[in-house]
């Protein structure tokens, strides 16, 4: 079946613009995650969607971070006024039930900020 | 200050031999451990999990041993192949609260020489 679907896979953009990351998740999963990966690092959490409930925004770096999660499936992660710390890898994932159960990641979106 | 720790970056490995992935945590919340494995350019794939209650579990040419007192797990794979050469990332979650995104160490790169 199909697995999650991350788009762009690559975007560059100029440091101060808006940019909007997009993830498909499994159908049928209800929880969605983002994460991000910085160059030699681990992945880090950036925030959490599970069905209705409030997402978990703990992991945003700053209020220049956002999410959606439209009708319960398609996410948009958009990173207004972008600096080059921005600069990684974003992951989503996405899994059945969340707290603990697998997660099925999405092949990422590279974003450079230059 | 990293709660999930993989102190070695890189692994080398002759095919044939045991591959050992070693993972510390500092959490003792923490009552779920997985395994990711990555490719380049690929998002994480999820390899093989264990619950707190348990101190190992096995798959295949997997096995993931858990030391609750020493908040220690490792993964060993025997015997490891070429196409074990990628980046392990191990995860953790606790069940306590509302958490539901994985806390990742940093990983470690195994290459597996033919």
Redesign the interface.
Known sequence: GAG?SQSPSNKVTEKGKDVELRCDPISGHT?L?W?RQSL??????LI?F?GNSAP?KS?LPSDRFSAERTGGSVSTLTIQRTQQEDSAVY?C?SSLQ???Y???????TRLTVT | DQQVKQNSPSLSVQEGRISILNCDYTNSMFDYFLWYKKYPAEGPTFLISISSIKDKNEDGRFTVFLNKSAKHLSLHIVPSQPGDSAVYFCAAIGWGGSQGNLIFGKGTKLSVKP
Do not use: I, K
């Open positions: 999650v929880a995650y994460y030699g690092q681990g992945l880090e959490f959490y599970q978990d992991g992951l994932a969340g707290a603990g697998e997660q099925y990641f999405g092949p990422g």
